[in-house]
C-alpha cells in the first residue's frame, strides 16, 4: 500500500472524533478514502508504528488505521 492508493475500512471501528459526530460513537466501516501519508519515521530516526497509514476519509477527517484494517479498491 502505498500513498494516493483508494482504500476501504473492511474492519468495524468506532471512533468518536467524526467531524458531523462529535462525541458519539461512529463506525467507520465500509467508508472509503485516500492513503495520505505512511508513516516510517519520526524526526529523522525510523518507528514502527501499530497504525502507520493516515487516511482521508471524507473532506475534514483524517484517521490512522493499520494494513489489518483496511483494503485497497479499484
Known sequence: MKVGDRISVKESIKVFNHPNHK????DIQGLE?????????WHGRPIS???PFQI?????F???LGDHEIEIIS
Open 62 to 64: 483524517k484517521v490512522h
Open 49 to 51: 508504528p501499530n497504525y
Open 23 to 26: 462525541g458519539e460513537a461512529f
Open 33 to 41: 478514502g485516500e492513503i495520505v501519508a505512511v508513516i516510517t519515521e
Open 56 to 60: 482521508q476519509l471524507g473532506e475534514k
